[in-house]
């Protein structure tokens, strides 16, 4: 039978099609809150589907002749190659959705293709398994693989069954001579509520509200953006980067919180090159700079003041209520600084990946990055550590960078802690 009727990515597409702009069935999929992956029971070979438009889009304007003729959503599922997982013990199923806007008469009016892939786990495999078994059982589940390969698929399992793991000693090696770590989730961008693609309008409406307001719309923009597949649509919406860029600018000095959830927004973007366009437009770069020149001075004054404290306790030893007002001094200290860390630490990581182009890096050696990066060899932050020695060793490159480097007087003593930290 025919699936039910896609009513509002249908819609999406039809108007799409009014428009005469080329623009993806697939995203119109996504933002009717459904994604272009067929599920299992619906899932055949060279299977076709066709769903009747609803009335109300139908009812078009006089003028709107293209959308009048648009009747039918045809969808065709092709399966593929299938392959083994290159780490995991699972076969990786390759597949084709074909997405077409059909005519009254069936003439195609829109469409569209997209290579998909699903990722079978056979997480009972062991030395003991019947293959033969677990390949029918793999081809009954997956409608994507035609019963015609359940040769392949025990071929497949069998090589998966007998592949040599690597050591342990060598993964962890690995793993930790790898690419960097994104940053983790934290404080301000954790909330209890799931962000959808399709509420990006009220997302930006609380960017023009109060600070915690903003916050929340930050946060439930940064869940967005942290999945690649929605950079292209948040691309496509103007208001939105401009709505964080502006506040940005505005209000970064009244929440670390709020700037750290918009500099990461940045920071996904940063990591795919053919955004950092994009970044550049919005002067999200020099920005960033600014912010962690003013948050390493903010460090100085916070330390400046602890220590002021930490004399006053020790020329009077016995006075308790100094003490108490010591020690909740530096719990808060402690409090701004990890904020501060992860401020600094997404930020210096977004200024890296601009710094791929060696024009945008000379811009911020003008800046004085290498002194930033320098200074903040102080923390004890593991993570920030490794990610401004990486920044640091990329610049010294250049022996401009080098020199620089080692005109910074505490260099050297830095250098030394960072190295027996890590």
Not at 221 to 241: G, H, K, S
Request: charged residues 30%.
């Amino acid at each position: 039978g025919s699936a039910p009727p896609c009513r509002r990515s249908v819609c999406g597409a039809v108007a799409l099609v009014a428009k005469g702009r080329r623009s993806s069935i697939f995203a119109c999929h996504r933002q009717a809150g459904r994604r272009c992956e067929a599920s299992a029971g619906e899932i055949k070979n060279n299977n076709t589907q066709r769903t009747r438009l609803p009335a109300e889009a139908e009812r078009q304007r006089p003028g709107d002749m293209q959308s009048e003729d648009a009747r039918y959503l045809k969808r065709k599922v092709k399966g593929g190659n299938i392959d083994v997982h290159p780490v995991e013990k699972a076969l990786v199923v390759h597949y084709e959705v074909e997405a077409t806007i059909l005519g009254e008469m069936g003439n195609a009016m829109l469409g569209e293709r997209k290579e998909c892939q699903k990722i079978i786990r056979l997480k009972s495999l062991n030395a003991n398994t019947d293959i033969a078994s677990l390949a029918r059982k793999v081809v009954e589940e997956c409608k994507l693989i035609h019963p015609c390969k359940l040769a392949e698929v025990e071929q497949l399992i069998y090589y998966l069954q007998n592949r040599r793991e690597s050591p342990p000693g060598r993964e962890k090696q690995e793993k930790k001579i790898g690419k960097l770590k994104d940053p983790p989730p934290f404080e301000g961008m954790e909330i209890d509520e799931i962000a959808n693609i399709n509420d990006i309008e009220d997302y930006i409406e609380l960017l023009y509200e109060d600070i915690a307001d903003k916050v929340r719309g930050s946060a439930l923009i940064l869940q967005l953006a942290r999945n690649p597949d929605n950079l292209e649509e948040l691309l496509q919406n103007e208001t939105a980067l401009g709505a964080l860029a502006r506040v940005l600018r505005e209000d970064w000095k009244q929440s670390v919180e709020l700037a750290t959830n918009i500099i990461y927004i940045f920071f996904c973007f940063s990591s795919f090159s053919q955004f950092h366009g994009l970044i550049t437009h919005y002067k999200i770069g020099a920005l960033c700079m600014n912010i962690i020149d003013h948050e390493l001075k903010r460090h100085d004054l916070w330390q400046e003041e602890l220590n002021k404290k930490k004399k006053v306790v020790e020329d009077d030893a016995d006075n308790q209520v100094l003490k108490k007002d010591y020690v909740k001094t530096y719990k808060k200290y402690q409090g701004l600084v990890i904020k501060q860390e992860q401020l600094l630490r997404v930020a210096f990581y977004l200024l890296l990946n601009l710094a791929e182009d060696t024009r945008t890096e000379l811009k911020m050696r003008n800046k004085n990055i290498v002194h930033m990066l320098v200074k903040s060899l102080d923390r004890e932050n593991f993570e920030l550590l490794i990610l401004v020695m990486s920044f640091l060793k990329k610049l010294s490159v250049f022996v401009e960078n080098k020199n620089d480097m080692v005109r910074e007087l505490y260099f050297c003593s830095c250098l030394c802690k960072t190295l027996c930290l890590c």
